[in-house]
């Protein structure tokens, strides 16, 4: 299915047209507030924390950065604000050697934040405040269009609007572009946005959410695959954290159990393992070497504190 948008064509075109990517990631770029504590405090509690961070984040850049780190060829297509935060996240695309010109600086919004509390057994909690990446358009891709016919692989989120999410999907599957949506946060999606998606990456509450179906363990994984899979998308694959990835594509559902490790920070392990993953494909691995390169790059990932900071390089892990 073609997506049109009546703003969508690209002004300037031939600006554009030298750029080119293996991958386009269109999604959000916060700056994340990382607080430590020793549990998570219950309502009206007052915890006495012991550490602060600001660290780069946001599911679209944190996948950028993962991409980009794991060898692949990435360009980013976002919205930040004119603040502090927005020129430091803009800074640290161009040092990861992201091309960033399709990320644009609103004059109005701020810079998208994410408040995250992690305790002391590793786990976190997150409220994010969207910022100038609500104002992510259709049109903010459609001028970007040639990019996209040149790359191989779309990657999306779902912290910019489902309009843009729509858009780009259907505007990199009319150009030929494998794409991939990790459905995060968890939302119910209509069956159009699915039917463009050829590879759907959700952990076990967003697999929840999207197929009515609990998700607790693989077994449960599996059944919500089924059911998903009846939308049309038939790659899919569930994360587990450290029950594994169930996977089904067109060789059969298979479960990859995960590796063990000592968790520090599990904030961006789910992007590291989008990354670590697609970046495989696009060695034209196999899905089963693509999901193991997952899992690695997110088992060192969550060893780290901070989100993109936990982010490995390929030769970190080539041998794991």
Partial sequence: MESRHPDATPPNGALHNHLTAEVVVVGSLNMDLVVRTPRHPQPGETLTGHGLATTAGGKGANQAVALARLGASTAMIGCVGDDAHGHALLAGLDQEGIQRQGVRVSPTAETGVAMIQV??????????????????????????????GRAKLLVCQLEVPLETVRYALGRARARGCTTLLNAAPAMTLPQDVLALVDWLVVNESEAAVLSGHPVGHPDEAAQAIQRLRQSGCRQILVTLGAQGVVAADDDGLH??????????DTTAAGDTFVGGFAAALLRDETVATAIRDGQAAAALAVTRAGAQASIPRRDEFADH
């Fill in 119 to 148: 305790d002391d057994a590793s786990q976190n909690r997150i409220v994010v405040i969207p910022g100038s990446n609500a104002e992510l358009a259709p049109a903010d891709v459609g001028r970007w269009d040639a990019l996209l």
């Fill in 255 to 264: 479960h990859h159990p995960a590796p063990r490790v000592a968790a520090v």
